[in-house]
């Protein structure tokens, strides 16, 4: 399967602990983009790789949220000290450079 | 006022019918433009780009409408298999920061 590929496919936690999604791109997809989407809404764009810069942070992520892409291939998604309005479905897309995003089938989050 | 607005439905419709969607946009800046289709607990995936000209895929006609920031899909011949959610995309200058609309509800029934 040479798609974008995420793990775990389900995550839950209590409140206060700290949980850490990966994603793997299409191997020759040089950016990356996590979008977190909740019930009854379109994904919300977190933020942007290009390579190993992230180049993009949206105001949604606050500081318990950190990305990271190091060697420009695979990245991880932290969120700590987790709150209960952090459960959603977190997705992944990759893309080559102006071309479409072909998204992962995402983490789902329950924070109890 | 969120920056990509569309009708969340539902939109019940019989198999055979024509049904069009609608989406606003509020920056004047934007680029790109697409529809994702998404099924219940499922990815979103491409369902096709907006050019300036308007274009079709089969069954499926998408129009951009720049002047008055609306971007249009329109689906002839409904089939059951085309209930999901369409969800409008918007990317801004710079070709990065992509907007995504809340989604239109379509259900076919037989």
């Known amino acids: 399967d040479t798609g974008v590929s995420q793990d775990p496919r389900h995550k839950i936690t209590k409140r206060g602990q700290n949980v850490t999604f990966r994603c793997d791109p299409i191997?020759?997809?040089?950016?990356l983009y996590w979008y977190r989407q909740t019930l009854g809404q379109g994904p919300e764009f977190l933020t942007y790789?290009?390579?190993?810069?992230?180049?993009?942070k949206s105001r949604l992520l606050s500081d318990r949220f950190s990305a990271e892409r190091p060697k420009g291939s695979f990245s991880t998604l932290e969120i700590q000290r987790t709150e209960q309005g952090d459960s959603a479905m977190y997705l992944c897309?990759?893309?080559?450079?102006?071309?479409?995003?072909?998204f992962g089938p995402g983490t789902r989050l329950t924070v109890l | 006022r969120k920056e990509v607005e569309q009708d969340p439905g539902p939109f019940n419709v019989p198999e055979g019918a024509t049904v069009a969607f609608n989406c606003t946009y509020s920056?004047?800046?934007?680029?790109?433009f697409f529809w994702y289709r998404q099924d219940c607990r499922k990815e979103p995936k491409l369902l096709m780009s907006?050019?300036?000209s308007g274009n079709e895929d089969g069954r499926f006609t998408a129009q951009l409408n720049r002047a008055s920031q609306y971007i249009s899909l329109l689906i002839r011949d409904s089939k059951l298999s085309d209930s999901a959610t369409y969800l409008c995309?918007?990317?801004?200058?710079?070709?990065?920061?992509?907007?995504f609309g809340a989604g239109t509800r379509l259900f076919v029934k037989a």
């Open positions: 897309a990759s893309s080559s450079q102006g071309r479409e995003q072909f």
């Open positions: 191997s020759e997809h040089n950016r």
């Open positions: 790789f290009q390579n190993e810069a992230q180049l993009e």
């Open positions: 920056n004047s800046a934007s680029q790109s």
């Open positions: 907006v050019y300036s």
């Open positions: 995309v918007v990317r801004n200058t710079g070709g990065f920061k992509t907007i």
